[in-house]
């Protein structure tokens, strides 16, 4: 079983940039579809945005699409999440998770492992 690690939330003004990270180990993460999902209170787990083994298909909610970027490097088993023109309403708890298999999908019970969250907070 793989686990995960995110890395890189904080708080940021409104219209400021992010970087997510999500250090993989026990097993290597290009055999995993990753997928990053986000939680803000009192609302359900969503998909922000996905990515293939190799990183050569991508996925974004429409809410993201435009300002963020998943991609990732195989060679250190990390993915990232490039966050652009953040807004308020992506204030929420980054999670980042794995499927095993090679390409993403967006439903959460398709993902086999998660990471413990990191927190974005976004200032108006």
């Known amino acids: 079983q793989v686990q995960l690690v995110e890395s890189g939330g904080r708080l940021v003004q409104a219209g400021g940039s992010l970087r997510l990270s999500c250090a993989a180990s026990?097993?290597?993460?290009?055999?995993?579809?990753m997928g990053w999902f986000r939680q803000a209170p009192g609302k359900e787990r969503e998909v922000v945005a996905a990515?293939?083994?190799?990183?050569?298909?991508?996925y974004y909610a429409d809410s993201v699409k435009g300002r963020f970027t998943v991609s990732r490097d195989n060679a250190k088993n990390t993915v990232y999440l490039q966050m652009n023109r953040l807004k308020p309403e992506d204030t929420a708890a980054y999670y980042c998770a794995a499927r095993y298999g090679s390409e993403w999908r967006i439903e959460i019970h398709e993902y086999d492992a998660w990471g413990q969250g990191t927190q974005v907070t976004v200032s108006s």
């Open positions: 026990g097993r290597t993460v290009s055999r995993y579809a």
């Open positions: 990515i293939n083994w190799s990183g050569g298909s991508t």
